[in-house]
């Protein structure tokens, strides 16, 4: 009867649990230590050992499709949301679906802080209701990155999004097969992911990630084929990151954001204590103006660093600032002409209507400044041809 006691007894006083982690990820059971307890003991309270107050829980670590979730925007208009998209990884521009966009530009991103920025339609695809959107200002630095997998395996769990109050939330979602579906213009899209879930037209462009928080498709809206003369059926299905690659390889090379304004024109120079970009004038009303920059041929202030980052000549100048994009606001080094050394935070605006850039003059003689060399590149330098969509295939 004792022992028959003692093994109905929990181990250490506590019962065996199992704990759920995730959106249906699994279950881990956790394993009781086998102990030995003397009979005289038997009924006795087990104690819990006092807890080490130094002690701290490891916080739980979110799962793959909430993570991922901070690479979703929601895209509105007029403060009224109209679809979902995925922001790419490294590239910060915006994957979306095309029907829901409607006409217009007057469209904003909102990311998953809550921020905003105006975005413009770069690149399209009917067939496959593929939008892609040029942010006018900032760069999201959370993006997605595309899946190897074939999304429909054995336990294959698949999650798209669905816009909320603030963000985004996860949605289990499922892909049933892959379907022939008629997309815009009549034409036959082979390989469309059917979806066996209900989508909100208002989550339309939503991207669908697997258990590795990775995308496996975009969502779209099609028409699936009937037998006979029957017309086909408005559904939504998954665009296969094939057709997404092939899709990003054809946008033009001017789908880019504009360049930041700084608003100088300058030389670069040594001098005694310092070598940069000598500030020889600052643009009225521009981002410099606005942090106080003095522009003197003789005694400008000295641009001697970007976030940074030294710089020697304009055209090192020109490059740090494009690493950077309009809003945002970057840490100049300076030497002044009171030769002391000092830190100034400058916000990037956009280039005026007249201008398409900030600038330096790329000549050591402030003599022969005449024509500003521009900080950003010509409207339209990109890099045709390729995959900004995670790694190359």
Known sequence: MQRDRLASRP????????????????????LGLAVSVSPALADAPAKTPPKDATTKETPKEDPPEVKASRGVVVITRAGATVGLGAVLSGDGRILSALSPLGSGNDLEARYADGTTAKVKLGHHDRAWDLAFLVPQSGKWTEGLVASSRDPIHENASIHSYAAASKGVTPTATEISSHKMIIGGDDKNLDNALELGSRINPTNLGTPLVDEDGKVVGIIGRGCLPQEGDKPCIPVAFGVPVSAIKSFLRTVPADAVAPQPFLGIQGVAQQGTFARGVRVVTVAKGSPAATAKLRG???????????GGQPVTSPDELS???????????VVLTLFTKEQLYKTVEVTLGSPPADTTSSTTVATADPKAAKSPAELTPAKGEGKPGVDPFGKPM
Do not use: C, Q, T, W
């Open 11 to 30: 181990v250490n006083g506590r019962p065996h649990r199992v704990r759920r982690f995730g959106y249906g990820i699994g279950l881990l059971a956790m």
């Open 296 to 306: 003197d041929a003789g005694d400008g202030d000295m641009i001697l660093g970007v």
């Open 319 to 329: 490059s740090a600032i494009k690493k950077h994009a309009i809003g945002e606001k």
